[in-house]
Structure formats: structure tokens, C-alpha cells
């Protein structure tokens, strides 16, 4: 029997922003004349009211090759309002969670670290990556040590889709001497991405949303970007007896490039039939693309638009009572999302680059970091965030406090090969995993569904992994 499925991929892009602006007077301070916000570092838990000085290890996962000890204060058991109280003696990505919290030296010369965010905008705006990464620095510093002793600050900029206010926050975040910055989504990173490559600054994590971004040799994404997200549709689309595809996607090269260069060739790969449609990038209303693929009796729709049309797709898609599957990339399951779509939300089945839900034990550790330690919300794409930010955390544990610099954290992920990652798949750094997008060191994939607002709400639809790496290697 023929199973029709219907796959729409929404992709991150035409996010605009107002602008740098003040974070919460308890959330940091503001350099007006430069834009950047600066993340106070004492941390919003509640620790171990027991205190001792001495000193603590936390070990690295094998092959890591490093320790994280410093002598600061120290509780003897993290207590049930910590995360390390919550999960002690539980494997994750840097072997066992501790069983005690450690503090950050307020006094000792502070780790500086940047990041780039879009946000303020009805196209697509994801506060939630800028919370969830303010959350691990006041976790790592307030439960982990910092790094050997020392506290991590985060400078963050808001940009809008400006090329000149992104390479503008770059040129900030040099002038405040960070050793590498945290991704956020950065549309118009074709102004920042050659600040930091003139400056050999590395771009760590994120979500990749143009191509200058998924090419530069100093970026590092834990993540498929597009590409990624486009082959595992295919794929489980595939699995489940798709024949014909539509892949529409916004007048915007990245989705262009995906759509031709990747989309199209796996589909035939996978023998697949794909028919490419463009569309105008600032398009809200669906309905014609969503009434074409009724009219070429596609198994698979696959819509590359952006993130403001989340809604509009999921609600069209249920108001044209199509019977086939929609698919959306999973920052698409963002809680105001979901609770803008309404029931049209649960119909669909998301992608991510980490399991769903918090039965995973690092699932539950992002919760309870969440819980702890945001300001805002921050669950959708504050996965990634998060990811992003406990991976770097580890590349600097790995160097030691007195051997960290721009140029010891690039050539250290450069060198990763199936290095374990914070809640994703284990990430190699060749850039061989995507051909032509080098930047890209985690593209597989797995699929989930939400039941509500909420990480925890999450649900695994079940095939784990999807190998895009094979799929792509197909390619060469």
C-alpha cells in the first residue's frame, strides 16, 4: 500500500532584530557606546548552604584527556536546588555529573566569550538560544567552577537583518577581546563571519542560516543546518513509502542551494521523484504552494521559508485537510509556536540534532538548567543553544585556564572526531561530513513530535539516529 506523506521543512532566515538592547538589570550590565551586554556571573541557583574550601575534580568523558580542578568553595553534597544535587553520579557527556557544586572565583581574571542573536521580530525571533546559553554560564559558574576556577562572561549583541549591525557586533565583540562566540542565528552573518576570520575568532554552535556561515573554516555547528534537516526528511519520507516530493523554498541562496544542490540530488538518490518551486522570501500565505503539491499528488512537501510562517503552514496545511505528514525544522516547536498553532501543532513531526523530551539524562539536565537558571524562556531553540555553549565549556575544560586562547580552542575542535556532545550526536570537525559546507560537523538527524509546550512535552517518534552523513556521502 502507497503511504502518502506530506514533509515541510521551514527553515531559520529573514529574521530581523531592533538591535542591541539592555538585558534585565539583574540579568547584566550594558556598554551603551558598543552595544554588547555583558551576563553577570554569579548564577541564579541555590547551593549547598554547607561550605568548605578544597578541592574539586570533575572527569572528562575518555579521551577528552583533562580535568577540571580548582580550589574554590565547595559544598559537600549539591543539594536538591542544584542541578548537580538533581542528577549527581548519572553518566553525560563529560562522563559523571559531580556530586558536589563548586563555585567560580569571583576575583580570578574572567573567561570572555560573545555571542550573536537575532531577536524582536514577527519574521522570526529566538530569544530563547541567547537564554538558554545565559543560563549554562550562570549554571557552569554558580555548580562547575567555571573553568579551573575561573568565571566565564558572555558579551552578547542583538543585530537585526543588517549586514552592517552584524559585522557592527563583531567588531564589538573584538574590541572586548572574546576568545570565541557562542552561536545564535545571524542571517546577515556575511557581515560578522569575516570580522572573526580576519581576527582568528571561532564561531562555535548555533544554527547556521546562510551559506557564508556553512562554509567559513572558523565556524564549527553542531548541527545539519538545512541541508541537514532536508536530507532526514527525504529520508524518513522515504522510509514510509514516498514517491513524489515538492520542494518550495524562499527566494534566499541558502535555500536555493539547498533545494538544488542536496534536496533534489538525495531525492533522486533515494528514488524519489522532486519537483523545485521558488517562492518570494517575505511570503505568509501558502495556500498556492500547499494547493500545488495537492495538484501533483506530492508524497512529500518540503517548504524552505521563514520562521514567522511556521504557524500560517500548520494551520493551512490542517485547514486544506491534507492527509499526508508535515514536517518542520524543530525550531519550529518553540513553545509560543506551538501555542500559536494551537492544535495544528500536534499533526506535525519536527527534526532535531538531540533526542526529545528529558528521558534522556541530558534532557533532563537542559530542564533543569532551564529551571534553575533562565531569566526567559528558553526552550525550542535553546537546545541548541545550551548544546552549543556545554560543548565549548568542554573544549576549554580539555585546555586548562592557563592555555586558553582563540587559537587553541579552533585547533582543538578542528581536531574532534567523534567527540562526545552535550545532548547530540557525537560531532567530528573534519569538514568532510557535508560535502561543500565544511562548517558543519553534526548533520544527523532524529524526528520528534510535541504534545504541548515544553521540552518535556517531546516525544520520539522512534528510528533514532537518521545517518545523513551516508546520505550525503552519496553525493560525492
Not at 563555585?103 to 524582536?120: F, K, R, T
Not at 519550529?332 to 519536527?350: K, L, N, P, R
Request: with cysteine; proline share 5%; glycine share 12%.
Amino acid at each position: 500500500m502507497r503511504i502518502r506523506q506530506v514533509v515541510t521543512i521551514l527553515a531559520l532566515a529573514a529574521v530581523l532584530a531592533t538591535g542591541c538592547s539592555e538585558a534585565d538589570d539583574d540579568a547584566g550590565s550594558t556598554d551603551a557606546s558598543a552595544g554588547v551586554t555583558t551576563v553577570s556571573t554569579d548564577g541564579g541557583g541555590t547551593t549547598a548552604t554547607a561550605e568548605s574550601t578544597s578541592t574539586s575534580e570533575t572527569t572528562l568523558a575518555p579521551g577528552t584527556g583533562a580535568t577540571n580542578e580548582t580550589t574554590s568553595t565547595v559544598g559537600p553534597t549539591a543539594g536538591p536546588d542544584t542541578v548537580l544535587g538533581r542528577h549527581a553520579g548519572e553518566p553525560w557527556f563529560l562522563g559523571t555529573v559531580p556530586g558536589a557544586t563548586v563555585s567560580a572565583d569571583p576575583d580570578a581574571e574572567p573567561i570572555v566569550l560573545g555571542m550573536v542573536n537575532q531577536e524582536n521580530t514577527p519574521l522570526g525571533s529566538y530569544p530563547e538560544l541567547r537564554a538558554a546559553v545565559e543560563a549554562g554560564v550562570a549554571f557552569v559558574n554558580a555548580e562547575l567552577g567555571g573553568v579551573g576556577g575561573r568565571p566565564i562572561e558572555l558579551r552578547t549583541c542583538i543585530t537585526s537583518f543588517s549586514v552592517e549591525q552584524s559585522q557592527a557586533c563583531a567588531q564589538e565583540l573584538v574590541q572586548e577581546e572574546v576568545v570565541a562566540v557562542v552561536g545564535g542565528i545571524d542571517v546577515t552573518s556575511n557581515g560578522s563571519i569575516p570580522v572573526y576570520e580576519q581576527n582568528g575568532i571561532p564561531l562555535i554552535g548555533g544554527i547556521p542560516a546562510n551559506l557564508v556561515e556553512q562554509r567559513s573554516a572558523v565556524n564549527f555547528y553542531f548541527s545539519g543546518g538545512t541541508a541537514g534537516a532536508m536530507a532526514a526528511f527525504l529520508s524518513h519520507a522515504a522510509d514510509n513509502g514516498a514517491e513524489t516530493a515538492m520542494i518550495a523554498y524562499g527566494e534566499f541562496e541558502a535555500f536555493q542551494v539547498t533545494a538544488s544542490d542536496y534536496g533534489a540530488r538525495i531525492g533522486e538518490q533515494l528514488g524519489i521523484d522532486v519537483e523545485l518551486v521558488s517562492f518570494p522570501i517575505v511570503a505568509t500565505d501558502f495556500l498556492p504552494v500547499l494547493t500545488k503539491a495537492q495538484e501533483i499528488d506530492a508524497d512529500a512537501v518540503i517548504v524552505l521559508a521563514a520562521g514567522g510562517s511556521c504557524v500560517p503552514i500548520m494551520q493551512q496545511f490542517v485547514d486544506l485537510g491534507l492527509e499526508g505528514q508535515l514536517y518542520l525544522v524543530g525550531a519550529c516547536a518553540a513553545d509560543d509556536i506551538v501555542e500559536a498553532a494551537g492544535e495544528a501543532a500536534a499533526t506535525v513531526i519536527f527534526n532535531s540534532e538531540g533526542t526529545a523530551g528529558d528521558a534522556d539524562p541530558e534532557g533532563a539536565i537542559f530542564t533543569d538548567v532551564i529551571e534553575l537558571y533562565a531569566d526567559e524562556p528558553a526552550d525550542g531553540a535553546g537546545t541548541v543553544g545550551l548544546r552549543s555553549f556545554m560543548n565549548l565549556y568542554s573544549l576549554l575544560v580539555e585546555l586548562g585556564p592557563d592555555a586558553i586562547d582563540s587559537a587553541a580552542i579552533t585547533d582543538l575542535i578542528r581536531s574532534s572526531d567523534s567527540r562526545a556532545s552535550f545532548w547530540g550526536h557525537p560531532y567530528t570537525c573534519d569538514g568532510n561530513q557535508v560535502p561543500g559546507l565544511p562548517a558543519l560537523c553534526a548533520p544527523q538527524q532524529v524526528m520528534f513530535r510535541v504534545n504541548g509546550p515544553g521540552v518535556d512535552d517531546n516525544e520520539d517518534i522512534g528510528g533514532g539516529w537518521i545517518d545523513t552523513v551516508e546520505l550525503f556521502a552519496r553525493l560525492d
